[in-house]
Structures are given as structure tokens and as C-alpha cells.
């Protein structure tokens, strides 16, 4: 279990605030909320409902769009995209778990586009692990976490939200 200063309730109330003053900043007028299967989506529902947006939450799974699944492996749970409004010059508010590699995130704008294209894409990630191989930055951070090379993070859920360090097997 991960100590009591990285709680997700309080990083996910940091979060909403920062996303609040993010979209009041860049005059954002319908921003439409996307969660990244799986812990992107329990994330986003929190948040779009902190944040009561007015457009539904959508759902993307980018397990065919990866270009690491040979080595990650192919999820064999993969589930539909669910996108509730077209997506064509919407701000985009898009919602994960962990940023590390940034090839995730890659993915996950590769499908956007397939979809339309948005006026722009907001990240969000409850935590920022700084291991990048794509120039690839959350605009919106719960935290910042630095593990040892053979230490990983895990979000559960969904009911609590809870973190997880462990060694990698």
C-alpha cells in the first residue's frame, strides 16, 4: 500500500481543482471528459463528476492501437470504445492513470484522430512516473512519483481507488 500523502481521494481533489482553473484558463466552454481503459476510466468518472460536466464521460480502449504489445502483450479483455458525441473540434479532456513511457497516451491520441479531429487534447494523470520515450506531458498531475527501475505502480479499483508499489516479476 502506498503511504498516506499519496491518498487518491486527495490526489483526485487536487486534480479537479487544477482541471477547473485549466479550463477556466483556456476558456474551454463544453469540454468533452475520455478515460483510458481501465484506470483512466474509474479516474474520469470521479473527476466528471467533481467537475460536473456537462457532455457524457467517453471510454477508450487502445489495446489494438498500441505499438508495444509485443512486448506488453495483447489485452485479451479488450473492450469497445465508447465515445458519447463526435469528437470534431472539441476541446478533449483525456484521462489515464500513470504516465510513464508516454506511448499510452500516443495510442490513445492515434485513435482520437481516427475519430476526428479535436480542437485540442488536454492529458490528465493522477500520477507522473518521469521514465518517457515520447515527448509526451501530462498538462494535469495528481503527482510526481520516482520508483526504483524494478518497481511498478497500480491503480485498483473501483471501489476504493487505491495505489499499489510493487517489484516487477
Not at 49 to 72: C, H, K, M, N
Not at 84 to 101: A, F, Q
Request: charged share 25%.
Amino acid at each position: 500500500m502506498v503511504p498516506d500523502p499519496l491518498s487518491v481521494d486527495a490526489l483526485l481533489d487536487k486534480m479537479a481543482n487544477d482541471t477547473r482553473a485549466l479550463i477556466t484558463r483556456r476558456n474551454f466552454k463544453d469540454p468533452l471528459m475520455i478515460g483510458i481503459r481501465t484506470g483512466g476510466v474509474w479516474l474520469a468518472e470521479r473527476l466528471h463528476a467533481q467537475l460536473e460536466l456537462a457532455s457524457p464521460l467517453g471510454v477508450l480502449d487502445i489495446s489494438f492501437y498500441r505499438d508495444d504489445f509485443t512486448q506488453v502483450g495483447m489485452n485479451p479483455k479488450v473492450k469497445p470504445t465508447q465515445l458519447p458525441c463526435p469528437t470534431e473540434g472539441r476541446d478533449i479532456l483525456l484521462v489515464d492513470d500513470v504516465i510513464m513511457s508516454g506511448r499510452t497516451i500516443r495510442a490513445a491520441m492515434n485513435e482520437l484522430f481516427d475519430y476526428g479531429r479535436p480542437a485540442s487534447i488536454t492529458l490528465i494523470s493522477l500520477l507522473d512516473l518521469p521514465r518517457r520515450d515520447l515527448p509526451i506531458q501530462a498538462d494535469v498531475i495528481g503527482a510526481t512519483l520516482t520508483l526504483g527501475p524494478d518497481q511498478q505502480v497500480k491503480l485498483n479499483g473501483p471501489d476504493p481507488l487505491t495505489l499499489t508499489i510493487s517489484q516487477r516479476d
